[in-house]
C-alpha cells in the first residue's frame, strides 16, 4: 500500500475512540485508576470497531468537486 493518506481517516477514526476510553479508565474514578477492567477493555474495542466501521462506510467526496458559494443577496426583495 503505498498511497496511506486514502486510509488514514478509517485508522484514525478506528484507533481515537479506543485511546480515549483506555485513557478515562486509568483515571482514580475509574476502579481506582490502578488497573483497566474488563467492562472497559470490552467496551474499548466495541467503540473501536463501530467507529472504525462507520467511517470506513462512508464515502469521501470526490476530489474532483469544488464547493459552490451560495448565491449572491439580491438587492430587490421581492425575488
Given at each position: 500500500?503505498?498511497?496511506?493518506?486514502?486510509?488514514?481517516?478509517?485508522?484514525?477514526?478506528f484507533?481515537?475512540?479506543g485511546?480515549?476510553?483506555?485513557?478515562?479508565?486509568?483515571?482514580?474514578?475509574?476502579?481506582?485508576?490502578?488497573?483497566?477492567t474488563?467492562?472497559?477493555?470490552?467496551?474499548?474495542?466495541?467503540?473501536?470497531?463501530?467507529?472504525?466501521?462507520?467511517?470506513?462506510?462512508?464515502?469521501?467526496?470526490?476530489?474532483?468537486?469544488?464547493?459552490?458559494?451560495?448565491?449572491a443577496?439580491?438587492?430587490?426583495?421581492?425575488?
Amino acid at each position: 500500500m503505498e498511497n496511506w493518506q486514502h486510509y488514514w481517516k478509517g485508522i484514525l477514526g478506528f484507533l481515537v475512540p479506543g485511546a480515549v476510553i483506555i485513557g478515562s479508565s486509568v483515571t482514580g474514578d475509574s476502579d481506582g485508576g490502578s488497573t483497566i477492567t474488563t467492562a472497559e477493555w470490552v467496551t474499548a474495542v466495541v467503540a473501536m470497531i463501530v467507529t472504525g466501521g462507520l467511517v470506513v462506510a462512508k464515502a469521501n467526496a470526490p476530489l474532483n468537486q469544488t464547493p459552490t458559494a451560495p448565491p449572491a443577496p439580491t438587492a430587490d426583495p421581492t425575488v
